[in-house]
């Protein structure tokens, strides 16, 4: 293997810690005035994930941070193209960090209303726009022969991308709720539960349909190409049929699992381009013509060895602390922080 297909996988795996553990982060935070009908419910729902965010949201970072070391030419390109999107997205990032912060400084019903809204709202968007900018990727947008984007924003909003987005919402939809029956007691867990069920089939078809059509616009029948995406599919109907049961360990883990395998999914299509110009296949930027030099991946290596296993370890052990169930009517948005 070289190390430019290394640092290729090296950068799905943050894609995949990402959204698999900021995936039910999202969830919780579109479903907790849900789930939540008082202020100390909707904050009951927040505790959960209050000393989790901010740590899972690192996993971003990591993956922008990789693909400008790793791959200049892409991450030029790529960023170029959904300019407009990414500056979207930061805004909903934003919005949903400050709202975890000042929901609670002050007890007015409009202050509180104002700031969940703002969790609701980007914790929505921010799947559905990074399902966006994935599935552009795979779709292709216009790139021309100097590797510059050649379209406009109406490029960016076709069919394929925007059902990504609305699968990785509904995923997180799904993914947080069996988070929430997991980590939550009394009538918050009564809901999640209740949510779960309601979502599981139609985030399961979703998943599937999302398998069928991204094969198709790969065009690669093999066995390779084709397993995680049967993976997906599994594990998404074993969620189906587990989330909202009781059984709620065992619904996470095949919500974590559809999760992981719908991106790697995407990315086995993918490879080895990393985007596809829809202005020719000669134009397609892939691993070869947009990677660093072989000095520059050496060295990301040997940094990467020693500090993502540090980085695995203490957010291993954030885990373990904060393991048990939340529960009591004292809770508010003072545990978000």
Do not use: K
Not at 151 to 160: K, S
Not at 261 to 281: D, K
């Amino acid at each position: 293997m070289t190390l430019v297909t290394f640092w290729f996988i090296v950068l799905v795996v943050f894609w995949t810690g990402f959204l698999v553990l900021e995936g039910f982060d999202f969830g919780v935070g579109m479903l907790h005035g849900l789930v939540g009908r008082d202020p100390q419910g909707r904050g009951l729902a927040l505790q959960t994930i209050g000393p989790l965010w901010d740590g899972n949201e690192v996993w971003l970072i990591v993956a922008a941070a990789g693909t400008f070391a790793a791959f200049p030419g892409w991450y030029a390109t790529m960023f170029s193209a959904f300019y407009l999107v990414v500056l979207v997205l930061l805004a909903a990032l934003i919005a949903r960090g400050v709202s975890f912060e000042f929901g609670s400084r002050r007890d007015g019903p409009r202050w509180r209303r104002a700031w969940s809204a703002a969790t609701t709202c980007g914790s929505l968007l921010v799947p559905l726009l990074i399902g966006v900018i994935l599935g552009n990727l795979l779709h292709g947008v216009p790139i021309g022969p100097d590797q510059e984007y050649a379209g406009n924003l109406l490029d960016v909003l076709n069919p394929y991308p925007l059902f990504c987005g609305l699968t990785l919402v509904l995923l997180c939809l799904l993914h947080g709720a069996s988070f929430l029956a997991l980590r939550t007691s009394g009538e918050v867990r009564g809901r999640a539960l209740g949510v779960g069920r309601r979502i599981a089939l139609p985030a399961a078809a979703a998943v599937v349909g999302f398998v069928i059509w991204t094969q198709a616009l790969a065009g690669d029948g093999s066995p390779l190409s084709l397993l995680p995406g049967g993976v997906a599919v599994v594990a998404a109907l074993v969620a189906a049929w587990q989330v909202g049961r009781g059984r709620d360990g065992l619904a996470f883990a095949a919500t974590a699992v559809t999760m992981a395998a719908t991106v790697v999914t995407l990315f086995v299509a993918l490879y080895p381009r990393v985007m596809v110009s829809t202005l020719g296949s000669a134009n397609d930027l892939t691993v070869t013509n947009t990677a660093s030099s072989p000095y520059t991946l050496r060295v990301m290596t040997v940094t990467a060895a020693i500090l993502f296993p540090v980085v695995l370890v203490y957010q291993g052990w954030t885990y373990y602390v904060f393991r048990r169930r939340v529960g009591g009517g004292a809770a508010d948005l003072e545990g978000v922080r």
